[in-house]
């Protein structure tokens, strides 16, 4: 969960997963300070924690920047894998106005050979790669869902191809959105709308609380103004850049080349959007520029453990027999893989800070939140 920020919406999806799964134990991962497309978040993983923990959830474990600045498919893998390896039987996620035999039909076919060999004989770069993936699929079933491109749905029918990858034997729950469209940039349902209506307003300088939980917890202000210096600081000085899971040269060369005539950091992302890349995928190629982030280790152990409700401890005993190692505080050694992951979350930390004039980087030390509230608010 992205819980940005944490809304009405969140609620009501994670009371209707714990109804319908009936767990032992909730699990969330959260991807933080920063989200899927590129953004700082505007609820900081301090603040996260605790509502999650508020709301039911009895673990919270972390997506680290490294992991979900990135793009759907590793977005969902990374995701997938962290939970399996903290022995989840069953994964519930958020979908729009789609059955889940849909999603499982679309998710098995995009990974077949036919698909793929058809895919990548007709994509071109001409438009995205998301927007191919579908047309890909059109033409091979004409009544295609036109709901399956939706960005929820999007993320679902990833985490069903890495689910089968890493453990088909993980049971997949849909659970429906209510309230307006993920993407609806207006308010039109006062008790649920979208996560992009709540932030457009925030941004804009309007108070929000009324349609958010009564919970205590800051909404950050992002001075896009220090993203744009710090992107211009960082052009300036690197005269090359090497190409990993998120950049390569040619994105690189797009952002130097419309980073002069830019007066905005909306204005160069708008500068960049084209056919062949979308908003998030720009946003998340100037954090990875600001950040200089390394490549992704091929191999590595993240299990991070951000806030734990104390009346389910017992949980920990089952993943010392399964010899499962997790760990909280940033100070913590693990291994040179897993360290570069750590060392890069450090730094994301650092920056989250310095863009929000916050002071939390002394909490990363100082993980995980211990929640006294016996068996939460279910």
């Known amino acids: 969960m992205e819980n940005n920020p944490f809304h009405k919406g969140h609620q009501y999806y994670i009371q209707e997963a714990i109804n319908l799964v009936k767990p032992d134990y909730t699990i969330v991962i959260t991807s933080g300070n920063y989200t899927m497309r590129g953004e700082f978040s505007i609820i900081n993983k301090i603040d996260k924690t605790n509502v ?79 927007k191919h993936h579908f047309e890909t699929y059109k033409h091979f079933f004409n009544d295609a869902n036109p709901n399956l491109s939706k960005p929820n749905n999007t993320l679902a029918i990833q985490y069903i191809k890495q689910i089968k990858k890493i453990n088909p034997n993980i049971k997949i729950h849909k659970i429906n959105r209510i309230g307006d469209d993920d993407l609806e940039s207006n308010i039109i349902n006062n008790l ?17 609380l009324e349609y958010l939980p009564n919970y205590n917890y800051t ?37 130097k080349n419309n980073l002069n005539n830019t007066i905005s950091l909306d204005d160069l992302i708008n500068k960049c959007v084209g056919t062949r890349y979308s908003a998030s995928r720009i946003r998340r190629c100037i954090l990875t520029l600001i950040m200089d982030t390394p490549n992704i280790p091929s191999s590595f152990s993240y299990n991070r453990l951000l806030g734990f409700n104390e009346s389910k401890q017992e949980y920990f005993k089952l993943l010392k027999q399964k010899d499962i190692k997790i760990f909280s505080s940033l100070k913590t050694e693990i ?4 360290n570069v992951i750590i060392e890069t979350e450090k730094k994301a930390s650092l920056l989250y800070d310095l863009v929000n004039n916050t002071n939390l980087y002394l909490s990363e030390y100082t993980m995980p939140i211990k929640y006294k509230g016996g068996n939460n608010e279910r």
């Open 192 to 208: 649920y709308p979208s996560g992009t209506a709540l932030r457009n307003l925030h941004i804009n300088n309007h108070n929000i």
């Open 52 to 130: 999650l923990l508020q709301n039911g959830i009895d673990f919270i474990f972390e997506l680290p920047f490294m992991l979900s600045n990135h793009s759907a498919d590793f977005f969902a893998y990374h995701t997938v894998k962290i939970l399996n390896d903290l022995q989840i039987t069953d994964l519930a996620f958020g979908c729009e106005d789609i059955s889940l035999d849909e999603l499982i039909n679309y998710a098995h076919f995009s990974d077949s050979k036919i698909f793929n060999k058809y895919f990548q004989e007709t994509y071109h770069g001409e438009t995205s790669y998301k």
């Open 335 to 338: 291994d040179e893989n897993t």
């Open 219 to 255: 909404l950050n202000r992002i001075d896009s103004n220090k993203i744009l210096d710090l992107l211009k600081y960082r052009m300036l000085v690197q005269d090359n850049y090497n190409s990993n899971q998120v950049l390569n040269e040619g994105i690189a060369n797009l952002i």
